[in-house]
């Protein structure tokens, strides 16, 4: 019986030898378990190895994902995901996202150079245009809202020339923030400086002309080494005569909103003298604005945590009103006496100006976003309201039935504290996500009419700020637009 089951089991060996599947998969099995060994001990796997790749960073859908590996589609073998950065060249899958972002970066940039004739919109161009408007097609109002649309879609990067007493700092300090005025001639900058520290200065538009755009930085010797949290222009002597700075406080510091004079750095209007600094203490201010409206004139706000201060320059009162949220965002309406309020819950309210800090019934309006509310812009009838949030959303309220009528799609935003620029005659939307891509919207519709990359690699730290005018320069300049980032400023003009 012994005997007979050990030729069974011999004969059985003998058979399979002989069955060619059988040696086919044993060698297979063999092949892949040398490669599974070889991709361990040299830390990439070759061509020859087991259904090629790739996960979903790699762009190729063909792919199988391994676990722990990232398949290069140039090189078309898996490499090993290493974790942290304790190795002098780490492959990790956030330098693996920065390596394919700044590939689509130069790649965009490439295209914007050669492509000089953009279409924001399929089947209109200048001459379709012209052609619907001679046809009756188009009123003046859709015609001259295209018009614009079409402009914007072929603008084109230039550099601009900045003058200055220092020379050798505009090579060091970097552009954190530009803010223009009403008439659009002077450019409030915030740099940082190399040693630490911030440092203030005017940038005068007038000789922003082409074909040579050359501009003046008129600088102050006026530092800080605490954060800008918020800045605008303000009203108190005639238009834009001063700058309102919240600052963070720091150590033993406290935080504090300053009014700067403009004239401190240039004269722009007849009799100007240099002012004096006016400090208001105010800590862990997040936001502020500046009242145009003449029932709250002189005032400023400064939104706090859970709080809102209404402070008045001349007389020093001020209003205090309780919030359940820190107010990151705020504007003071023209014609109603309402400020608006934007809160890190995603609460968006308007305070009545003409009820006291004790009454009751002071918020007239309330709206509700997702995320934190970064940027809130009221329109010129004060019947709508635009706002974005940290979640990448754009939304155009109705402020008469409280509900969202329009919605802008393609901002990129997580955490960070984003501005939001409204223009309603020339029809547009413009907000530069935390991609560092500059997008611009149509108004009417949320039709995304154009993506522009950053001159400069993709960073958290150089996320350009812009400033759009359909005035560049003072009443007599042309529509364009100005982008600040790392030293450099360039300006995108109608042609």
């Known amino acids: 019986m012994h005997k007979n089951s050990w030729q069974n089991r011999r004969h059985g060996r003998r058979s399979n030898q002989q069955n060619p599947r059988f040696r086919q998969q044993g060698s297979d099995e063999r092949g892949n378990s040398v490669t599974r060994q070889s991709s361990r001990d040299s830390g990439h796997v070759g061509d020859d190895e087991a259904p090629s790749t790739s996960s979903g960073t790699a762009g190729s859908s063909s792919v199988p994902d391994l676990p722990g590996y990232y398949f290069d589609p140039e090189k078309k073998r898996y490499f090993r995901l290493l974790p942290g950065h304790n190795n002098c060249n780490p492959l990790t899958k956030e330098g693996i996202r920065q390596k394919e972002m700044e590939s689509k970066r130069l790649q965009l940039l490439e295209e914007e150079d050669k492509q000089k004739k953009k279409i924001a919109r399929m089947g209109f161009n200048a001459s379709s245009l012209l052609q619907k408007s001679k046809l009756g097609f188009l009123n003046v109002t859709s015609y001259c809202r295209l018009a614009h649309e079409l402009r914007v879609s072929c603008m084109q990067r230039k550099k601009v020339q900045i003058q200055s007493s220092d020379p050798s700092a505009l090579a060091s300090d970097r552009f954190n923030l530009i803010l223009a005025d009403t008439n659009s001639d002077r450019l409030f900058t915030v740099n940082d400086v190399k040693v630490g520290g911030s440092k203030y200065g005017v940038i005068s538009l007038r000789g922003l002309k082409a074909p040579s755009l050359k501009v003046h930085m008129h600088e102050n010797l006026y530092f800080t080494n605490r954060k800008v949290n918020s800045v605008c222009w303000a009203s108190l002597n005639h238009l834009d005569s001063h700058i309102l700075l919240c600052l963070m406080g720091i150590a033993e510091t406290p935080g504090c909103a300053t009014l700067l004079p403009a004239s401190l750095f240039v004269s722009s209007h007849p009799g100007d003298r240099p002012g004096m600094l006016c400090s208001f203490r105010i800590p862990g201010a997040w936001s502020c604005a500046w009242s145009l409206n ?11 945590s859970r709080r809102v201060l209404v402070t008045n320059v001349v007389t020093g009162h001020r209003q205090s009103f309780g919030t359940s949220s820190d107010v990151l965002a705020q504007q003071f309406a023209l014609m109603a006496p309402l400020l608006f309020n934007g809160c890190r819950s995603g609460e968006i309210f308007a305070i009545d ?6 009454g009751k019934g002071w918020k007239a309006t309330r709206l509700f976003h997702d995320s934190a509310v970064t940027s809130v812009q009221i329109l010129q009838e004060e019947q709508n309201l635009m706002a974005s949030d940290m979640a990448g959303t754009i939304k155009l309220w109705d402020l008469r039935t409280t509900k969202c009528i329009r919605q802008y799609e393609g901002h990129v935003n997580e955490y960070a504290y984003l501005p939001l620029h409204v223009h309603e005659g020339e029809g547009i939307v413009v907000a530069v996500g935390q991609d560092c891509y500059t997008r611009i919207w149509s108004f009417h519709d949320a039709c995304l009419l154009r993506t522009i990359p950053s001159p400069h690699p993709a960073s958290k730290a ?10 560049l ?23």
């Open 294 to 304: 003449i029932q709250a004139n002189n005032c400023f706000s400064t939104g706090l």
């Open 353 to 358: 100006l003409r009820c006291r800090n004790q």
């Open 462 to 471: 150089d996320i350009p700020s812009v400033a759009f005018s359909s005035r």
């Open 473 to 495: 320069g003072g009443f007599r300049g042309a529509p364009g637009l100005l982008m600040a980032v790392q030293q450099d400023l360039y300006c995108f003009s109608y042609t």
